[in-house]
């Protein structure tokens, strides 16, 4: 069982699972919230505390953290109805930012602030308002970001009304060029992946 970023985890945040025959042969995504524990059949346990589950496959599971598991070692157990997984150790920190992008192209879960629109389909302008999409925040986030190396206000790190999706509400700075610029967060001192957003 592979965990994404170096194994850690951070309370209340979305985690995923890769491995093989993880689904029990099944594939099944959450319709509701808040998420089940029980998906497919399929239960994960962190420090013998049930994770409610966005999805489940053969080869990937989405889960959120339970928000009280404090920080240091936890123990990640899958049962299926097939079996059950050997417990594995990750790391549990306070903190472990990142923003979700598309693993294809690099471009950011970001949109243009009161609309459904990515800078992909409408390129971010001076002022504008961008909506950033984050995980593993913690609880009292501080946040900073950058767009092409220049400082971008941050107006509010938090939650959403999603279990483990956490929002990063940036201002476009001016003298950003036309383009593909990269944007990074950097939150409890700690630096997020770049992803890529279009400016006009």
Same mark, same amino acid.
């Given at each position: 069982?592979?965990?994404?970023?170096?194994?850690?985890?951070?309370?209340?945040?979305?985690?995923?699972?890769?491995?093989?025959?993880?689904?029990?042969?099944?594939?099944?995504?959450?319709?509701?919230?808040?998420?089940?524990?029980?998906?497919?059949?399929?239960?994960?346990?962190?420090?013998?505390?049930?994770?409610?589950?966005?999805?489940?496959?053969?080869?990937?599971?989405?889960?959120?953290?339970?928000?009280?598991?404090?920080?240091?070692?936890?123990?990640?157990?899958?049962?299926?109805?097939?079996?059950?997984?050997?417990?594995?150790?990750?790391?549990?920190? %306070?903190?472990?930012?990142?923003?979700?992008?598309?693993?294809?192209?690099?471009?950011?879960?970001?949109?243009?602030?009161?609309?459904?629109?990515?800078?992909?389909?409408?390129?971010?302008?001076?002022?504008?308002?961008?909506?950033?999409?984050?995980?593993?925040?913690?609880?009292?986030?501080?946040?900073? %970001?950058?767009?092409?190396?220049?400082? %971008?206000?941050?107006?509010? %790190?938090?939650?959403?009304?999603?279990?483990?999706?956490?929002?990063?509400?940036?201002?476009?700075?001016?003298?950003?060029?036309?383009?593909?610029?990269?944007?990074?967060?950097?939150?409890?001192?700690?630096?997020?992946?770049?992803?890529?957003?279009?400016?006009?």
């Amino acid at each position: 069982v592979l965990f994404r970023s170096g194994a850690t985890i951070v309370p209340g945040s979305f985690a995923t699972i890769f491995g093989g025959s993880l689904g029990g042969g099944a594939t099944a995504r959450a319709t509701s919230l808040p998420f089940p524990t029980s998906l497919a059949n399929v239960v994960v346990s962190v420090n013998g505390q049930l994770a409610q589950l966005s999805y489940v496959s053969d080869t990937q599971i989405n889960f959120i953290v339970p928000v009280n598991i404090s920080p240091g070692t936890a123990q990640v157990l899958v049962n299926t109805p097939i079996a059950l997984s050997a417990s594995t150790p990750v790391s549990v920190a %306070a903190t472990a930012p990142g923003i979700f992008f598309d693993a294809a192209t690099g471009a950011g879960a970001v949109l243009i602030a009161n609309t459904a629109l990515t800078t992909q389909v409408r390129p971010a302008l001076t002022g504008d308002f961008l909506e950033v999409y984050t995980t593993g925040l913690g609880p009292s986030p501080v946040a900073t %970001a950058t767009i092409a190396g220049l400082d %971008a206000p941050v107006s509010y %790190a938090g939650s959403t009304a999603i279990p483990g999706l956490q929002q990063v509400n940036v201002r476009m700075p001016a003298g950003v060029p036309s383009g593909t610029q990269t944007l990074v967060l950097r939150v409890n001192g700690i630096q997020t992946n770049p992803v890529s957003i279009q400016v006009r």
